[in-house]
């Protein structure tokens, strides 16, 4: 009778966060000869979605391995992949031996890519960087991440959707830092609940500024300005070029974004706001924009009705003034649908608007060449004052 040790789960962040390829089973006190399996028909999963909604099931297990290892026999149940953020249930037989588990009984979670980014804390900064094996100075692309990724364990900004690892891939001779917002001591769940009690939660009242307060959860002043130090820093030890510095985020890292334009206007070459949360705080850094050129992108719709009629508005000003540098962009129903956003039969209308703010996936594939656009750009110097004057590469 053989007894289960650890589980291992193998994921890769992908299109809809960190999915599961497959499950890795330590087998104590048997050997592979007692081990024999064809297929995974003898195995059943449940809440395997492979959807951004949780509706539709993958396929389970199509592929079963075995190996003998020091520790024991490794199975490894390899899988049509799905999202990995779901309760999901493994039951079957090994060797004439039932086994289940669920998300909690797994013991490790390996991630690919994942090592490429080393962890740092700095002045109370919790972020990781990709740092290239290049030479001289070099770009920096500075990603932040959504609101629910906020936190302290300096993962979770890497994990939680497709960002960092997407543009390290892409990038590989750039930095890539990706800062981990503070949770201000509050769950996701849980700042909802305080932003519920402000009022509308998806609304874009003007009065409501939910993340400015210094140590609040989220992209607050004080926090965006002590990353921006730290770039500041590895541009004066000759490791980040001045004038190739990017900036990039959605959802509540959309909104960062526009902050953090509004504490270092000096430091950047261009930046991607994707659907970017619209609040007091943050239109009124869109209204009042530096001179940094920005590409802000979103899908048609979705679940913050009011973000797209503060951003035209404040847009509109914007080129009213002369503005040729900042751009908007609204993914059609059908380009969203490219990437299987809102194809699920029998979405609700708030689903649907859940889905569609995922809209992050696009602008990450550089739907438009929008990440080209935004790598194109560098700042030119003329004097030693603030670096206002930019032109295309």
Same mark, same amino acid.
């Given at each position: 009778?053989?007894?289960?040790?650890?589980?291992?789960?193998?994921?890769?962040?992908?299109?809809?966060?960190?999915?599961?390829?497959?499950?890795?089973?330590?087998?104590?006190?048997?050997?592979?000869?007692?081990?024999?399996?064809?297929?995974?028909?003898?195995?059943?999963?449940?809440?395997?979605?492979?959807?951004?909604?949780?509706?539709?099931?993958?396929?389970?297990?199509?592929?079963?391995?075995?190996?003998?290892?020091?520790?024991?026999?490794?199975?490894?149940?390899?899988?049509?992949?799905?999202?990995?953020?779901?309760?999901?249930?493994?039951?079957?037989?090994?060797?004439?031996?039932?086994?289940?588990?669920?998300?909690?009984?797994?013991?490790?979670?390996?991630?690919?890519?994942?090592?490429?980014?080393?962890?740092?804390?700095?002045?109370?900064?919790?972020?990781?960087?990709?740092?290239?094996?290049?030479? +001289? =100075?070099?770009?920096?692309?500075?990603?932040?991440?959504? /609101?629910?990724?906020? &936190?302290?364990?300096?993962? *979770? #900004?890497?994990?939680?959707?497709?960002?960092?690892?997407?543009?390290?891939?892409?990038?590989?001779?750039?930095?890539?830092?990706?800062?981990?917002?503070?949770?201000?001591?509050?769950?996701?769940?849980?700042?909802?609940?305080?932003?519920?009690?402000?009022?509308?939660?998806?609304?874009?009242?003007?009065?409501?500024?939910?993340?400015?307060?210094?140590?609040?959860?989220?992209?607050?002043?004080?926090?965006?300005?002590?990353?921006?130090?730290?770039?500041?820093?590895?541009?004066?030890? +000759? =490791?980040?070029?001045?004038?190739?510095?990017?900036?990039? /985020?959605?959802?509540? &890292?959309?909104?960062?974004? *526009? #902050?953090?334009?509004?504490?270092?206007?000096?430091?950047?070459?261009?930046?991607?706001?994707?659907?970017?949360?619209?609040?007091?705080?943050?239109?009124?850094?869109?209204?009042?924009?530096?001179?940094?050129?920005?590409?802000?992108?979103?899908?048609?719709?979705?679940?913050?009705?009011?973000?797209?009629?503060?951003?035209?508005?404040?847009?509109?000003?914007?080129?009213?003034?002369?503005?040729?540098?900042?751009?908007?962009?609204?993914?059609?129903?059908?380009?969203?649908?490219?990437? +299987?956003?809102?194809?699920?039969?029998?979405?609700?209308?708030?689903?649907?608007?859940?889905?569609?703010?995922?809209?992050?996936?696009?602008?990450?594939?550089?739907?438009?060449?929008?990440?080209?656009?935004?790598?194109?750009?560098?700042?030119?110097?003329?004097?030693?004052?603030?670096?206002?004057?930019?032109?295309?590469?």
């Amino acid at each position: 009778m053989w007894k289960l040790g650890k589980i291992t789960a193998k994921t890769h962040i992908g299109d809809y966060g960190q999915i599961v390829d497959s499950f890795v089973l330590l087998l104590k006190d048997t050997c592979c000869e007692e081990v024999k399996m064809t297929n995974g028909t003898d195995f059943i999963l449940e809440k395997n979605y492979n959807d951004l909604t949780g509706k539709v099931n993958a396929k389970g297990v199509t592929e079963i391995s075995i190996c003998e290892t020091e520790e024991g026999t490794e199975v490894e149940l390899i899988l049509d992949p799905f999202v990995y953020r779901y309760d999901f249930k493994v039951t079957g037989t090994i060797a004439g031996t039932e086994v289940s588990f669920t998300r909690a009984d797994v013991d490790k979670v390996w991630i690919k890519d994942m090592d490429q980014f080393v962890a740092y804390e700095e002045n109370g900064v919790h972020y990781r960087m990709y740092e290239p094996e290049c030479m +001289g =100075k070099r770009p920096l692309v500075l990603f932040l991440h959504g /609101g629910g990724e906020c &936190g302290e364990d300096n993962e *979770l #900004q890497l994990t939680g959707t497709l960002g960092a690892l997407r543009l390290a891939e892409r990038w590989s001779d750039m930095y890539i830092m990706a800062p981990q917002a503070p949770s201000g001591n509050l769950g996701m769940q849980e700042m909802f609940e305080v932003m519920k009690k402000r009022g509308n939660p998806f609304s874009a009242d003007m009065g409501i500024t939910p993340f400015s307060l210094k140590g609040e959860r989220g992209w607050n002043r004080d926090y965006v300005a002590k990353v921006t130090d730290i770039i500041r820093k590895m541009i004066s030890d +000759g =490791k980040v070029d001045e004038n190739r510095v990017y900036l990039i /985020g959605m959802s509540m &890292g959309g909104g960062g974004v *526009l #902050q953090t334009i509004s504490v270092a206007p000096d430091l950047f070459a261009a930046a991607v706001p994707i659907c970017p949360s619209m609040n007091g705080e943050s239109y009124a850094n869109l209204l009042h924009l530096p001179k940094v050129p920005v590409w802000i992108t979103s899908a048609y719709m979705d679940h913050q009705h009011s973000r797209h009629a503060f951003i035209l508005n404040a847009c509109n000003k914007l080129w009213q003034e002369g503005r040729t540098d900042v751009k908007f962009t609204l993914y059609t129903q059908e380009e969203l649908a490219k990437y +299987g956003i809102g194809t699920t039969e029998g979405l609700t209308s708030q689903e649907l608007d859940a889905e569609n703010h995922n809209s992050w996936i696009l602008a990450l594939h550089n739907e438009n060449g929008i990440l080209d656009w935004m790598i194109s750009h560098c700042l030119l110097y003329t004097s030693p004052s603030p670096r206002d004057k930019r032109q295309s590469r």
